[in-house]
């Protein structure tokens, strides 16, 4: 069973923490994980790119010359394909890329996902995300004496106005609830940080 030192913001090791074998020590299966950042982006295209068709574009639908005898291609109006200013066929339209991944494939990701971030030390607990300020400046310190710099991702479970507000204004950290993370998320900060509360309600929803 793996297990993990629990530390207070001071970079104090206050406890340990045993670990879900299920959750943190988990087969790894890159494809899933693939699929699950693939779905992940795919839900948030914006797609809302587009072009026109012939019915869209300007120009008159009146035939330019008659159908014989000129020596010209026939033609049946400027709005035509096949013109340089005619409309575009099966060209983009604005349209929803986003799609679910089944739950068992979500978690079976997500579970891959810590198990890579907690064998390459990139996953870290603290007791509690306890701030007497919610001043950016000294949360940004406490996160220097844990060595936590660059693309940080915070995992609470409890309602923290404090930590929200000193959190948000720093461009490299991330805060989102326990039972909303998702494989990307994991994958995409270069260190993990949860609460001692976050990792044992995340643990019990991916046992099972």
């Known amino acids: 069973m793996p297990n993990i030192e629990v530390k207070n913001l001071r970079n104090e090791v206050v406890d340990t923490l045993d670990l879900a074998e299920a959750v943190f020590d988990a087969p790894v299966r890159e494809g899933l994980m693939h699929d699950a950042v693939k779905q992940y982006l795919a839900s948030h295209r914006s797609g809302t790119h587009s072009t026109k068709t012939r019915a869209e574009v300007a120009g008159s639908g009146r035939k330019p ?26 060209g983009p339209k604005p349209r929803d ?6 739950r068992k494939m979500f978690r079976a990701a ?29 949360f940004a310190e406490s996160l220097d004496k844990l060595g936590l710099k660059r693309k940080v991702l915070l995992i609470d479970n409890t309602d923290n106005p404090n930590l929200l507000r000193a959190s948000r204004n720093l461009t490299e950290v991330s805060l989102i609830p326990s039972l909303q993370v998702t494989p990307y998320q994991v994958i995409n900060a270069r260190q993990v940080v949860f609460s001692k509360a976050a990792v044992q309600a995340l643990e019990e929803v991916l046992s099972k």
């Not at 010359?65 to 099966?90: C, D, H, S, Y």
């Not at 890329?97 to 089944?102: F, N």
Request: charged share 30%; hydrophobic share 35%; proline share 3%.
């Open 110 to 138: 997500l579970r891959s996902a810590l198990t890579v971030k907690l064998r390459d030390s990139e996953l870290s607990v603290v007791d509690e995300f306890t701030l007497e300020s919610h001043r950016t400046k000294l």
């Open 65 to 90: 010359w008659r159908q014989k005898g000129t020596g010209r291609a026939r033609v049946g109006e400027i709005r035509n394909p096949l013109w340089r200013t005619g409309g575009i066929v099966f």
């Open 97 to 102: 890329y986003g799609y679910s991944l089944p």
